[in-house]
């Protein structure tokens, strides 16, 4: 009998071994891995410096409660928001944990509970969470939703008009990741930042996905005009280690006091190894750079297969890419799997490559052959 609630699906393979960019599954099959965990591992799979951080903090202490000071809190907060207007970090488990309490902070800082988040956006599965994101299919069923988020559509200039003085927050992807990897243009987000200025609104934007050099900068706002009050963190942060955050601009740090938000995991020392070893590696400007010459090696090879038939642009910012189709890639995904390539899809119609940020020329080169190959004969056939 099958135990576990069909939350997933059907899952047709299991990794036994990984390291690096590849990975191995129970039956021996090596892959080149371009899902990384959904964006997670970006320093590959088992960084020794990770690994190492990790194997010695295991010697020291796990895990205590915030109860106790854990320095490597301080330390990782203050590596995250260095040369960035951000001043204070909150640590929590998890993307949806790290919006959930941005959402908190939102409500108890203005005394508003008008949010405006977009179409297509996606933060997470809690309750607020479902009402903030821009999908009728993850809604289905749990009805009614938390009130008071107003979707607009992204990108739209005109729609921006719905940000006025009864709004808390807009709230915002910079790449939408699970809605289909769309870019937010820098024009628009020009607007939206004068708008909430005009309107004394706040900025959320949820980095949970663009964060942690994802897109070829640390946090993928510092591409765009936006000046954010709340920037939420996760899945990157701790190369596979659960770890999120939520950072705050000046004027926060009075909205929570003692007892009013909490986490009895949050920012546990093991956590803090994790992420303080994954930003040594990824804040460093050559990883940066890293990311941006693979990213448009990456970007170069996938471009050669839009025809303008199958598949009509490459869309994402680094090494968050989109090769968007004009029918459902749910069929090129197994077939890429079964070449030796894991790729997940972004929506019905685009398939998205989220490799390690360290990869290698040869691993991109790899890959584009491997992709090459199986859309070549799906075209012939
Ligand atoms: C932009 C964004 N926000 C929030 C989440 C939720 O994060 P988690 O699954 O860690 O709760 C995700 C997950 O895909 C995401 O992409």
């Not at 390291?19 to 960084?47: E, N, P, Q, W």
Request: contains cysteine.
């Amino acid at each position: 009998m099958y135990s576990l609630l069909p939350t997933y699906g059907q899952r047709h393979i299991e990794i036994e071994q990984a390291s690096g960019s590849y990975v191995t599954d129970t039956a021996g099959k090596r892959y080149l891995d371009f899902v990384m965990g959904i964006a997670v591992c970006g320093t590959g799979h088992r960084h020794p410096h990770v690994s190492q951080t990790l194997e010695a903090q295991l010697q020291k202490v796990w895990h205590t409660s915030n109860l106790y000071n854990i320095s490597g809190q301080a330390r990782v907060a203050e590596t995250l928001m260095s040369g960035t207007h951000l001043t204070h970090a909150f640590f929590c488990n998890s993307g949806t944990e790290a919006n959930e309490g941005a959402f908190k902070l939102i409500r108890k800082w203005t005394n508003k509970t008008k949010i405006v988040t977009f179409t297509k956006s996606f933060h997470g599965r809690s309750f607020a969470m479902l009402g903030a994101t821009g999908q009728d299919k993850v809604k289905a069923g749990f009805g009614p939703m938390v009130s008071d988020f107003v979707h607009a559509p992204f990108n739209d200039m005109d729609a921006l008009d719905i940000i006025d003085d009864e709004t808390a927050a807009v709230w915002l992807e910079i790449v939408q990741g699970e809605g289909g990897v769309v870019v937010a243009d820098s024009a628009w987000l020009e607007a939206l930042q004068a708008k909430a200025t005009e309107h004394g609104v706040k900025i959320v934007v949820d980095e949970v996905q663009t964060g942690i050099a994802r897109t070829g900068t640390r946090f993928a706002f510092e591409q765009t005009p936006l000046k954010p009050d709340v920037v939420t963190l996760a899945k990157g942060l701790g190369s596979g280690f659960p770890v999120g955050a939520i950072l705050t601009a000046a004027g926060a740090e009075h909205v929570f006091t003692a007892g009013s938000h909490g986490s009895t995991f949050g920012g546990n020392p093991l956590a803090m190894a994790a992420a303080e070893a994954t930003l040594d590696i990824l804040f460093e400007a050559d990883a940066l750079a890293h990311v941006n010459a693979m990213g448009a090696r990456l970007r170069a090879g996938l471009e050669q297969f839009v025809d303008g038939e199958t598949f009509t642009e490459v869309r994402g910012l680094g090494l968050m890419l989109g090769l968007v189709a004009t029918q459902s890639v749910a069929a090129w995904i197994e077939q890429l799997r079964d070449a030796g390539l894991l790729v997940v899809a972004a929506g019905p119609d685009v398939i998205r490559f989220l490799p390690s940020l360290l990869l290698t020329e040869a691993e991109v080169d790899e890959a584009l052959a491997i992709i090459g190959h199986v859309i070549t004969k799906e075209m012939v056939s």
